[in-house]
């Protein structure tokens, strides 16, 4: 498929729990496999084409017709492809395990006679190293520095321009398999898989862990595809999610908003933890608890945004200008700089999953709590500085709302902890900092002319993240400075219906050139403060136009365009899958509230 035909929703998802790939209609796979602690060098990218690594495979003459589906309950996918002369199916999968890091690939005869072809690019170092390529029996293996990978397949393979291609052709009833296998260059290669046994153990894998899944209610097809999404992001070892498998996919086609999102978010932890207890998955709820405190651990004055899947602290920032980026939407970004900034709402983020966890019954923890004890000094000293917000804007900070609003859940949720379970800490001290918060929050955040919250203090803008102003429990839904923020941002950021984050546009957006697609995880949002403020029909419309964004195997990326009707934004995005899985739950369930509203 040529680089200007490509958009994102063509392409799926596949994973072990340790590394991730994306497959694309056409054939091909982008697979970054270095199963190291470098997160910046585990996931899938689609930063190119052939030239800086790719695997086809695929019919030669192309295809009359071709559809593709996840096994039920699996993230085994398969894709037909329908040619003239017969049909075949090409079975993809990472298998789980001890294994190590490896894709499977099965061409399977469904009808007739067809002549395949395999393209297989292989580069090292983010694209930037072509690898020294030697024949095996029965494949080729590939060396460069630290990496080797190794292939195997039943068919004769050759090289050609610093590439390896077969042709082949397979028959109704043919089941012609190939193993991709990354090793450390300096041990032995890996033994060879018995495929057959392999497929069919992570197909059982799947449909076991799948089949745990507690969510009852309506749309459970929908839950259950994006827990699944969520557990191929997680990193098995450690219990990390990390926010996408890939880096600068754009969130304007041609423009420079690309970021790196291979890394683990803080921000992203409540509403995870969320999403994993309402589908009954307690063990990766605790592992993803107990990997927020381990990265957290230590000086409460340098608690960072995001880490990477090990806890790794040190994520700078940079540039592979060597990359063409996807539909050449460049810089491409290694890192990410946001690791730095100063974003307050991280400790409302904090606090409430660690309270969540309590009254969820996971394992307490006496030193979260002392840790919380550290950090809450830490925020009665800093929550009145400005910050680079929710949004991570790279613009001069400002005294965000929604910073202030989180600060005032940090403290509120020890507040709640120390009563509930009986914890020691000064509450008379919290209540009085919870109050001066609140008062600050009501009465500079909020524009009384025009009856909502705005972004910042002292701003005309608004921004989606008001919209969790009940649903943290800020203020109750009724509130009227909650239901005209309600409309308001509906009013003013609705994009053909999905909401936007913020206007681009304003003089104090973010400090970027371009602008971006409707924010889906907002969307979702809007779709929460519908059903708690009673307006259940509306939510529910909007839950449903949203699952029709997902692609043909139930997958969103971050972003969306609603006019040219194409995702957006690096993909998938656990954000995305777990706003999808809450929604559902606050829809299945409204008697009991909206999730992040039940603080008792």
């Known amino acids: 498929m040529g680089m200007d035909g490509r958009r994102i929703e063509d392409y799926a998802l596949i994973g072990s729990t340790t590394t991730a790939a994306l497959v694309g209609r056409d054939g091909s796979i982008d697979w970054f496999c270095a199963p190291r602690f470098d997160s910046g060098a585990m996931f899938a990218a689609l930063l190119g084409e052939r030239e800086h690594g790719r695997w086809l495979l695929a019919p030669a003459g192309g295809t009359v017709a071709q559809r593709r589906r996840y096994r039920e309950g699996t993230l085994v996918l398969e894709t037909e492809f329908e040619t003239a002369d017969g049909a075949v199916r090409v079975v993809d999968l990472m298998p789980i395990g001890d294994a190590g890091p490896h894709v499977i690939r099965v061409v399977e005869g469904i009808a007739g006679r067809v002549d395949m072809e395999m393209d297989l690019t292989i580069r090292f170092d983010h694209g930037s190293r072509v690898p020294w390529v030697t024949s095996l029996d029965g494949g080729i293996n590939a060396v460069a520095g630290p990496d080797a990978v190794l292939l195997r397949a039943d068919v004769e393979t050759h090289g050609e321009d610093h590439s390896t291609h077969a042709s082949f052709p397979v028959a109704a009833g043919d089941r012609i398999p190939f193993v991709l296998s990354w090793y450390p260059s300096h041990l032995e290669p890996p033994a060879a898989l018995d495929v057959s046994a392999v497929v069919s153990e992570t197909e059982t894998w799947w449909r076991e862990w799948s089949g745990r899944c507690a969510y009852a209610g309506d ?47 803080l921000r992203d932890a409540t509403f995870t933890l969320y999403a994993l207890i309402h589908g009954g998955y307690a063990q990766e709820a605790q592992a993803w608890r107990d990997w927020l405190l381990r990265a957290v651990a230590g000086d409460a004055g340098t608690i960072q945004v995001l880490y990477g899947v090990a806890g790794e602290r040190h994520i700078p920032e940079s540039t592979a200008d060597w990359l063409p980026g996807f539909l050449d ?64 804007t790279r613009s001069d900070p400002q005294c965000f709302t929604h910073s202030r609003v989180m600060a005032w859940v940090a403290v509120d949720r020890a507040i709640r902890s120390a009563e509930r379970f009986g914890l020691e800490g000064p509450l008379d001290e919290w209540r009085r900092l919870r109050a001066e918060i609140h008062a600050d929050v009501c009465r500079l955040g909020y524009d009384a002319e025009r009856g909502t919250f705005t972004r910042a203090y002292g701003s ?53 050139e371009g602008r971006e697609g409707a924010f889906l995880p907002c969307t979702f949002w809007l779709v929460d403060a519908y059903q708690q403020s009673g307006r259940e029909a509306e939510a529910r419309r909007l839950f449903e136009r949203l699952l029709e964004v997902r692609n043909d195997v139930g997958l969103l990326a971050e972003e969306y365009d609603p006019v040219a009707k194409r995702m957006l934004g690096n993909f998938p995005q656990a954000f995305s899958h777990i706003a999808l899985v809450n929604s559902a739950a606050n829809l299945a369930a409204p008697d009991k509230g909206t999730t992040r509203h039940r603080t008792a």
């Open 219 to 265: 749309w459970r097809d929908a839950v259950v595809r994006s827990l699944i999404t969520l557990k191929a992001l997680t990193y098995e070892p450690t219990g990390a999610i990390v926010a996408a498998p890939t880096t600068s996919l754009p969130e304007e086609v041609g423009g420079s908003r690309n970021w790196d999102y291979r890394y683990c978010w």
């Open 329 to 392: 939407s460049r810089p491409v970004r290694l890192g990410n700089a946001a690791a730095g900034q100063l974003q307050l709402d991280i400790f409302g983020e904090l606090f409430d999953v660690l309270h969540v966890a309590r009254r969820s019954g996971l394992t307490p923890s006496d030193e979260a709590w002392a840790m919380q004890k550290h950090l809450l000094d830490a925020l009665a000293d800093s929550w009145q500085m400005p910050d680079s917000g929710i949004w991570e």
């Open 460 to 512: 005309r803008s608004l921004d989606a993240s008001l919209l969790l102003i009940p649903l943290v429990g800020f203020l109750p839904p009724g509130d009227e400075r909650v239901r005209g923020t309600i409309e308001a941002v509906a009013s003013d950021l609705m994009h053909d219906g999905f909401l936007r984050r913020y206007d681009t546009d304003a003089p104090d957006a973010d400090g970027l």
